[in-house]
């Protein structure tokens, strides 16, 4: 059973049309949760941490903010260049170490 | 800006050979990871590394796997015998604590034939 489930699987946007993506989550002792975009053929690029309830992070046209049970990942006027796969991965202890567990992430087109 | 290299990008072996991929983490990061994506699925834990050490890994690092930091700024995952199934994206990460954000590698991109 998945702990991280992401929502939509994939997102079609006009420049400029605003949106959200969904990160869900069900781990316990929630340890910090990571925002990464992906582009094709290369690894995942930071993007935000979010460790508690109510936290908010801002990047540009990109906001991030934290539930007890998901995430949004908010795309304010949203340019062609802001097309990518969006990766969200929680953080709880296994075992002495943080483990990060992935979702399948949203693919994101914006149009010009 | 600081980051974490792979190589080589691409590697194309034949099933049953050994294989090795090399990272260089960020210089100052003490923990260590590598993580794999097949083709079209999420991305995921094979094993963690610290003070000369495995200190996680996952079910999918069997004995096949295995990891080494030979010196201060090389960490490497060796697969012994190739599998088909082998065939995906290798990503290493590395990070100064535990809990803290995680910075990947470019990836390599390996192809069992």
């Known amino acids: 059973e998945d702990q991280v489930t992401q929502s939509p699987e994939a997102l079609r946007l006009q420049e400029g049309e605003s949106s959200s993506l969904n990160c869900s989550y069900t781990v316990s002792g929630l340890r910090g949760l990571f925002w990464y975009r992906q582009d094709p053929g290369k690894g995942p690029e930071f993007l935000f941490t979010l460790y508690s309830a109510g936290e908010e992070k801002e990047k540009e046209r990109l906001k991030a903010t934290l539930t007890k049970k998901e995430s949004f990942l908010h795309i304010t006027a949203p340019k062609p260049e802001d097309s990518a796969t969006y990766l969200c991965?929680?953080?709880?202890?296994?075992?002495?170490?943080?483990?990060?567990?992935f979702g399948r992430g949203t693919s994101l087109i914006v149009h010009p | 800006e600081p980051e974490v290299t792979q190589t080589p990008s691409h590697q194309v072996t034949q099933m049953g050979q050994e294989v090795i991929l090399r990272c260089v983490p960020i210089s100052n990061h003490l923990y260590f990871y590598w993580y794999r994506q097949i083709l079209g699925q999420k991305v995921e834990f094979l094993v963690s590394f610290y003070n000369n050490e495995i200190s996680e890994k996952s079910e999918i690092f069997d004995d096949q796997f295995s990891v080494e930091r030979p010196d201060g700024s090389n960490f490497t995952l060796k697969i012994r015998s190739t599998k088909l199934e082998d065939s995906a994206m290798y990503f290493c990460?590395?990070?100064?604590?535990?809990?803290?954000?995680?910075?990947f590698g470019p990836g390599t991109r390996l192809l069992v034939l």
């Open positions: 990460a590395s990070t100064m604590a535990s809990q803290e954000t995680q910075y």
């Open positions: 991965a929680v953080q709880a202890k296994t075992g002495g170490s943080y483990i990060p567990t």
